[in-house]
């Protein structure tokens, strides 16, 4: 074929190529600042809440420490990871088939509408909690639309040469979300309650507008039909482990937990058993909406194993600290039971400074060497860290206690991001979507599961010593036998969680008795102050952090064994 003088053909030929191949114009840019804004606020309002939990329940009139609305709470905090848990899988495969950008933006207004709802929350009482449950749970199903279609859209947009760089930057949003949330909750919570809520509603509004009007299709779509069989095991399976697991925290009849549950081991039970029809499934299926095939690529499957057993260890290190600094170092320290989950977000900043420090160098350099160097070394740093907090006396000295929040956020940043992107660089293009999902799937699951586990083996060390400690405590300022023993025989995830929601127990639990009327004004003083509760439970509660960090410490050991495994740094397809 011939070329006119004007050279047309090789003009139209150019401009095709420059439309599709995003890399080289400023594309890439767009979709690495509205992906990271996505992610950023879905991941910022899965932890938002937690600190925010006892404003929440005092605005709806509700007190969260009656042994009657403790599911209220924990469905409050785990509604929102169970579904992003259960729901990215299916979500990336959809963007598969129709379009990852498609998905993403749908997800963008559901989750802008449902904080709107949130924060327009009409009812008091049992009804107010169940409407904001209900809303949370939308807000996820939004929120999981963004995380598992993000990580495709960048893959997809930027060439393989700059791939790690992206994906560190928005897998490190994502993890600094979860910590800055727990921030933003305590300064909006003192504003007011709603607050909580209405700032995702601006946000996700403009980055709606944003999305649609900005992004577009670039990868590789892949039609076909949905796998209604693979949905429906995956969920219902996922969900019902996940929602064991729940009701696994809380207790069972003189039991502190509720392990011996029949209800809790049949959810488990029933939860295996649809997962394994779930794989069976999953082989026999033409189009699956679950890769299986996936996991040969070592890279994949090691990654994900890592990334699994990292969130794990990961969320045990968030709620751990969070009780540790609410419950008993800052009020060792003078700190009121009021203020300390705004100033437990400020302490823990320096995980997150981590984070924002180690996540895109690792990415960048990961491209270049690698990323089992990186991933690996990452996961030792984690490892010690958690060795480095066992060390650590009950009321220890917070330079000690910063430098390890910054080496164990250092060594997460440099494991996320070279781990993302060695797992989405292992898989083809057009698998992309469900590739994300399921590496969101992994991550999130393993945040939920840290509840279960940690707080599991945190209140089963707490029922062994801490009703003692109660007893004897409170009949050395005048509380009688009969109230001190009452008091101790409650179940230990009350006062565990009266430590996470910021509040005195002993204050919450002795007023209804009339007791501090009764005894000495300095004893009533005493008992209600700053220093008694947390002096009390000091012991017990270190006895559960060692076994709590001990377990986080080994998985951390096992995660970075599995990291060493992935093979050599994969070299992904050549850059576009």
Known sequence: MSFGKDGKQGANKNTLARRDSPVGDRYKWVALSNTTLGVLIASVDSSIVIISLPAIFRGIGLDPLAPGNIGYLLWMILGYLL???????ALGRLGDMFGRVRMYNIGFAIFAAASLALSLDPFKGGSGAVWLIGWRIVQAFGGAMLTANSAAILTDAFPARQRGMALGVNQITALAGQFLGLLAGGLLAVIDW??????????????????YRSLRETGTRRPGRIDWVGNITFTLGTGAILAAITYGIQPYGDDPTGW???????????????????????????????????????????????????????????????????????????????????????????????????????????????????????????????????SLPVDFSYPEFAGLLLL?????????????????????????????????????????????????????????????????????????????????????????????????????LLEPSGVLRTVSPGQAKTLTGKEFFPELVSGPFHHGLVVVFTVAAGMAVVAAIASVLRGRHYKAESAR
């Open 83 to 89: 579904v992003s848990a259960v729901l990215v899988v």
């Open 194 to 211: 709603r607050a909580v809520f209405w700032v995702s509603v601006p946000i996700g509004v403009i980055g709606t507008i944003w999305s």
């Open 408 to 508: 164990s956020g250092l060594g997460q940043g440099m494991f996320s991001a070279p781990n993302t992107s060695a797992i989405m660089g292992s898989v083809p293009p057009e698998q992309r979507g469900v590739a994300s999902g399921m590496r969101s799937t992994f991550q999130n699951s393993g945040t939920a599961l840290s509840i279960g586990v940690f707080f599991s083996l945190m209140i089963s060390g707490l029922a062994t010593r801490l009703p003692h400690a109660l007893t004897s405590g409170l009949q050395a300022q005048g509380v009688p036998a009969s109230t001190a023993d009452q008091v101790a025989g409650l179940p230990p995830v009350s006062t565990l969680f009266a430590t996470f929601l910021g509040n005195n127990p002993i204050s919450h």
């Open 260 to 390: 011996s549950n029949p209800v809790v081991l049949g959810g488990l039970g029933a939860g295996v058993l649809l997962l394994v029809v779930f794989c069976v499934a999953e082989t026999r299926i033409a189009e699956p909406m679950f890769k299986l095939g996936l996991f040969r690529v070592r890279a994949f499957a090691a990654g994900n194993l890592a990334a699994l057993l990292t969130a794990i260890a990961r969320g045990g290190l968030q709620f751990m600290l969070i009780i540790w600094l609410q419950g008993i170092w800052l009020p060792l320290h003078g700190y009121d039971f009021e203020r300390t989950p705004l100033w437990a977000g400020i302490f823990m900043l320096p995980l997150t400074v981590g984070f924002l420090i180690a996540g895109p160098l690792s990415g960048y350099l990961s491209d270049r060497f690698g990323a089992r160097l990186f991933a690996t070394g990452g996961l030792c740093l984690v490892a010690l860290s958690f060795v480095g907090l066992l």
